[in-house]
């Protein structure tokens, strides 16, 4: 209850406390450190801005080898309105044809922006592909696209912190939290 005491103006509710995030994350490392045990080295490919805390702790808590390179969308969403249209710009540092990657993501919504990952990365011949994503909103997909991964299912509210943000703001708050409506809608 210190934390809700503490909420910004901005900030609704608290969805996920920092240690119910950070359990979640222990689980997904030792699943994913379980299922990549004998293919060597992985290489994790976080999607800037929004999954770099994620990538973080979840990269740290692997017991495999791996390496991490990062990749910048932008997906034209201005309000609530997603376009479905994404614009790369910044690619991985290095080429992934013949790794085992895996796609580090901090939240899938419509899917367009995972959908148009998937594909890119597909078309460059990497040894495995998969996708890893800390949350989902079920009710806003309009593109079917696999996660392999999934921290947790979220309902249709908008979300900040633990990487997300509100107009950039609010990406390193410990928990994630539902904005207030008013603040977003237009
Ligand atoms: C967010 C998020 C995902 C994408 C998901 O990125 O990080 O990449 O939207 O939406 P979709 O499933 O509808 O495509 P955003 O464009 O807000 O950039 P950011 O990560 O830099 O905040």
Not at 35 to 44: H, P, R
Request: glycine share 6%; net charge negative.
């Amino acid at each position: 209850m210190t934390e809700r005491l503490a909420l910004p103006k901005d900030i609704e509710r608290v969805l996920l406390d920092e240690e119910t995030i950070q359990r979640r994350v222990r689980e997904l490392a030792d699943q994913i450190s379980a299922d990549y045990a004998d293919v060597g080295e992985i290489v994790l490919v976080g999607v800037l801005k929004g999954a770099f805390i994620f990538l973080a702790d979840l990269a740290r808590r692997l017991t495999i080898p791996h390496h991490v390179d990062f990749i910048a969308l932008s997906s034209y969403n201005r309000g609530a309105v997603s376009t479905g249209a994404v614009r790369l710009i910044m690619d991985t540092r290095a080429p992934v044809t013949g790794q085992h990657v895996l796609i580090v993501e901090d939240i899938i919504d419509t899917g367009y922006t995972l959908d148009y990952l998937v594909r890119t990365f597909r078309a460059r011949r990497p040894a495995s592909l998969r996708t890893c994503v800390l949350l989902s909103k079920p009710e806003r997909r309009e593109v079917d696209v696999r996660v392999d991964y999934l921290g947790f299912e979220i309902p249709d509210v908008w979300v900040v912190g633990y990487g997300l943000d509100y107009a950039d703001k609010y990406r390193t708050l410990p928990y994630i939290a539902a904005l207030k409506r008013e603040v977003y809608a237009t």
